[in-house]
C-alpha cells in the first residue's frame, strides 16, 4: 500500500498493473497529457475562486510544478524513442466530472476533493509501477510518486478548510464513484483507466 490509499476506496487491480507494464511505451503518451490536464485544471481552479489567494498561491505552484512533470514525461519520452501519438482520453476524467455538483460552495468542495483523488490515484498507480519499469522510467515514476502524494495531500487540506463539517463524508462518496472508475471493465488502456477488456 502506497501513502496515498489512504483515501482510496479501492487499490488498482492487479491486471491494471500488468497491462501498464506490458505497454508501458503508449502508456507514457498518456502520462503525458495527465501532466498537462493536471497544471490545466489548477489553472481553471484559480479562474473559478479567484478570491481565494491562499489557493491561488498553492495552485500556482502546483501547476509548474505539473509542467515540469511533463517536460520530465517528453524527456523520457524522447530517451526511449516514443512518438507522441494523439489517443482518445479514458472515460475517467468525464466520469468523475459528472459526479460533481454544480452550484457553489458544493463545487468547490468537489472540485477539491477531486483534484484529490485524481492526485492520489496517480501517486498509488507511480508508486505500483516504479518497480516494474526499466531503470530511467524506474526512478522518474519513484519520484512522482512522492510529489503526487504531496498534490493529494494539498488538496485534502484546501478541502477541509472549504468545508470541515462536510468534507470526509463527501470524500468517501466521490471516492467510490472514483473506485468505481478504475476497478471497472474498460475498452482502452490508459494511466487512470479500468481494468483492460481484452
Ligand atoms: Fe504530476
Ligand atoms: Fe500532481
Not at 500556482?60 to 520530465?72: I, P, W
Not at 472508475?181 to 483492460?196: A, I, K, M, N, Q
Request: with cysteine.
Amino acid at each position: 500500500m502506497t501513502e496515498a490509499a489512504g483515501i482510496l476506496a479501492s487499490p488498482t487491480p492487479q491486471a491494471w498493473v500488468v497491462a501498464a507494464v506490458a505497454h508501458w511505451p503508449e502508456l507514457l503518451v498518456d502520462h503525458a497529457n495527465c501532466e498537462k490536464k493536471a497544471a490545466s485544471s489548477a489553472l481553471a481552479l484559480m479562474f473559478a475562486y479567484p478570491e481565494d489567494a491562499a489557493l491561488a498561491a498553492a495552485l500556482s505552484r502546483l501547476a509548474r510544478e505539473e509542467l515540469r512533470h511533463f517536460e520530465q514525461v517528453a524527456r523520457a519520452m524522447q530517451g526511449a524513442g516514443v512518438a507522441y501519438a494523439r489517443q482518445r482520453p479514458g472515460r475517467y476524467a468525464q466520469g468523475l466530472r459528472a459526479a460533481l455538483r454544480t452550484g457553489d460552495p458544493q463545487r468547490k468542495l468537489d472540485l477539491l476533493l477531486s483534484g484529490a483523488l485524481i492526485e492520489a490515484r496517480s501517486a498509488e498507480r507511480f508508486a505500483l509501477l516504479a518497480p516494474r519499469l526499466p531503470a530511467p522510467l524506474a526512478r522518474l515514476y519513484a519520484d512522482l510518486a512522492r510529489s503526487e502524494a504531496r498534490h493529494y495531500e494539498l488538496y485534502v487540506g484546501f478541502a477541509a478548510g472549504a468545508a470541515p463539517g462536510e468534507w470526509e463524508a463527501r470524500l468517501r462518496q466521490l471516492a467510490q464513484v472514483e473506485a468505481d472508475l478504475v476497478t471497472t471493465p474498460e475498452d482502452v488502456l490508459r494511466f487512470h483507466s479500468g481494468v483492460p477488456r481484452s
